[in-house]
């Protein structure tokens, strides 16, 4: 079965310091990975996804097959950047599994 | 451009009783999909749509009835209400083009609450 966890309920850092959002997902095929947020108050949005390969507001994330993971990270967190981050797979079809979320709170 | 528009934002229920979500886009998309957010889980696919008069379920569809008429709209019905459904609804959208690339566009959510 397609399944995408993130470990992490909540995680928090203080400004400045570098991020790592957890991304791990169970699929035997050629994946397609996505990163959404959703900020307060706001609607959840994309990120970015892997296939573009793309940086977006300086996250950025790396598909490893090996590990199964796609976790995605930021050199210096930003007060901004506090939010709720969403992994998501898409196996096949018209089909999007999503992870639980990662709270992330970026302190001052 | 209002976007995606779902109608309740809140609404509480007794076991049993009956109720629509509505959701409409102005964005033309032909791709309409209904999520649930249960406390701690991820989102989870209800039902979807890839034009009107067509839809298909999703991973979770037992007690939900959708249909989809029109371009611009995808209800939800809940036609027995269940403590179990108690959830946020998120409904989105998108075009064939939107769906390769990933870009869903998300409704505010609908947060339901069955007693």
């Known amino acids: 079965a397609q399944r995408v966890t993130q470990p992490e309920k909540l995680l928090s850092v203080f400004k400045g310091a570098p991020v790592e959002l957890k991304c791990n997902y169970s699929?035997?095929?050629?994946?397609?990975l996505f990163w959404y947020v959703q900020y307060s108050r706001q609607r959840l949005q994309l990120l970015l996804r892997?296939?573009s390969r793309e940086s977006i507001k300086g996250f950025t994330a790396d598909l490893n097959k090996g590990e199964t993971s796609f976790h995605l990270k930021k050199p210096f967190a930003q007060e901004e950047d506090s939010a709720m981050y969403y992994c998501?797979?898409?196996?096949?079809?018209?089909?999007?599994?999503f992870g639980a979320g990662t709270i992330l709170r970026v302190k001052s | 451009n209002a976007g995606v528009t779902q109608t309740p934002k809140f609404r509480i229920l007794k076991i049993g009783q009956s109720m629509t979500l509505q959701c409409a886009q102005d964005?033309?998309?032909?791709?309409m999909y209904w999520y649930r957010q249960d406390p701690g889980m991820g989102l989870k696919l209800i039902y979807y749509?890839?034009?009107?008069?067509?839809?298909d379920k999703g991973e979770v569809p037992n007690g939900y009835n959708v249909s989809r008429s029109t371009t611009e709209d995808f209800p939800l019905r809940l036609e027995l209400a269940a403590p179990s459904q108690t959830s946020v609804y998120f409904c989105?959208?998108?075009?064939?083009?939107?769906?390769?690339?990933?870009?869903?566009?998300f409704g505010e959510g609908s947060r339901l609450t069955v007693l």
């Open positions: 964005m033309n998309h032909n791709y």
């Open positions: 749509s890839v034009g009107a008069g067509i839809t």
């Open positions: 892997h296939i």
């Open positions: 998501a797979l898409r196996p096949y079809g018209n089909k999007l599994v």
């Open positions: 699929y035997s095929g050629s994946p397609e």
């Open positions: 989105a959208s998108t075009t064939e083009t939107g769906w390769d690339t990933g870009e869903l566009f």
